[in-house]
């Protein structure tokens, strides 16, 4: 059974840092897509940023500049790099990994708090 256990996650002040991990345990098929979505109080859920196997990332126009996504293919894991971070970054951060042959994410971890104070 495959797990996604994310780390990093906790409380900032506005202007700060932080880095979220997120690795994958079990077996998975040839991962394609990593990424990472968040979730704020009564807000939908929006892809923050991914990556693909072959190096393409994507950014929600309100993180670029101040995240970088990045991958450890051997490890099964992928990172994301916070800073400059605002109080609207505040919410839940999810991974969610793509397996070949899949036209969606179809593994996600259970979620990390990110919370940004002013």
């Known amino acids: 059974q495959v797990q996604l256990v994310e780390s990093g996650g906790g409380l900032v002040q506005a202007g700060g840092s932080l880095r979220l991990s997120c690795a994958a345990s079990?077996?998975?098929?040839?991962?394609?897509?990593m990424g990472w979505y968040r979730q704020a109080p009564g807000k939908q859920r929006e892809l923050v940023a991914a990556m693909t196997s072959g190096g393409g990332t994507n950014y929600a126009d309100s993180v670029k500049g101040r995240f970088t996504v990045s991958r450890d293919n051997a490890k099964n894991t992928v990172y994301l790099q916070m800073n400059s971070l605002k109080p609207e970054d505040t919410a839940v951060y999810y991974c969610?990994?793509?397996?070949?042959?899949?036209?969606?994410?179809?593994?996600w971890g259970q979620g990390t708090q990110v919370t940004v104070s002013s």
């Open positions: 969610a990994f793509r397996s070949a042959l899949e036209y969606d994410f179809n593994y």
């Open positions: 079990g077996s998975i098929f040839r991962i394609n897509t």
